[in-house]
């Protein structure tokens, strides 16, 4: 691999590390251990991105996050993966409906990115999801949807290459999973019962970009007992007209 593309794959992964903590950060030697990289090449590394504002060090504690330029790049970005007034409306309609905490998420690749969170009223809420949790397609009800909706093709290539099974076990096998897109097909909206943490249950209804592709989600996530199946029906008529609103209006 060329040297330059090597670095861009590590300083990549340094970002996705950092990005993947939410708001606690992370010590030089966890980002190593996160990346798989040596703790002299992450420090050096991280040095050189704060020099550029891409990364910003607690001087109390050490840790590191996330840096004010890539807000400016994000803020820049974010007309062109869709992150608008009309997808934070739908977010903030679905959570105040239904009280569950309201998600958007875009396909890049064989993943999804959560674009946009928002908490609804009720007290007790999953934190499997949270902006910039990244998950493979087939995994959680936004990677359920997104892939249920590709071509036969599409999904034929990806399950092929694929393993889930070694990261998130058997209930993540290919059966199990083609399983999921007949059910997902067959209602309109996917459904996520526990498979990544029990009792975290959730669903999903896909977007469509103007050429019919499904390019972005809608998610509602909660408890466990917040989703019984007479209340499933109500939450999956609110995802798909959401959904089919916002895929008129992305598109």
Do not use: C, K
């Amino acid at each position: 691999m060329p040297e330059s593309t090597q670095m861009v794959g590590r300083v990549s992964a340094l970002l996705r590390a950092l990005a993947a903590t939410e708001s606690d950060g992370l010590t030089t030697t966890e980002v190593a251990r996160a990346t798989g990289l040596p703790r002299p090449t992450v420090h050096r590394l991280l040095e050189s991105l704060a020099e550029e504002g891409m990364v910003d060090r607690d001087g109390r504690t050490g840790r590191w996050f996330l840096g004010p330029e890539l807000y400016v790049l994000g803020a820049r970005a974010a007309s062109r993966f869709a992150v608008t007034d009309d997808a934070a409306s739908a977010v903030r309609r679905l959570a105040e409906a239904t009280g569950e905490s309201a998600f958007f998420s875009v396909r890049r690749g064989d993943e999804t990115v959560v674009l946009l969170r928002q908490d609804g009223s009720f007290p007790i809420r999953s934190f499997v999801l949270y902006e910039g949790a990244r998950f493979p397609l087939g995994v959680v009800s936004a990677g359920i949807v997104l892939l249920a909706y590709l071509s036969e093709h599409e999904i034929a290539d990806y399950l092929a290459r694929a393993d889930l099974t070694q990261a998130w076990g058997e209930t993540h096998s290919e059966a199990a999973i083609r399983e999921r897109i007949r059910l997902t097909r067959e209602r309109g909206w996917s459904l996520n019962p526990g498979l990544v943490v029990e009792g975290s249950w959730g669903m999903a209804a896909a977007v469509f970009d103007g050429d019919g592709s499904p390019r972005w989600a809608l998610t509602l996530t909660g408890v466990q007992g917040r989703f019984v199946p007479d209340r499933q029906a109500e939450l999956g008529h609110l995802l798909l007209a959401e959904a089919h609103h916002l895929s008129r209006a992305l598109s």
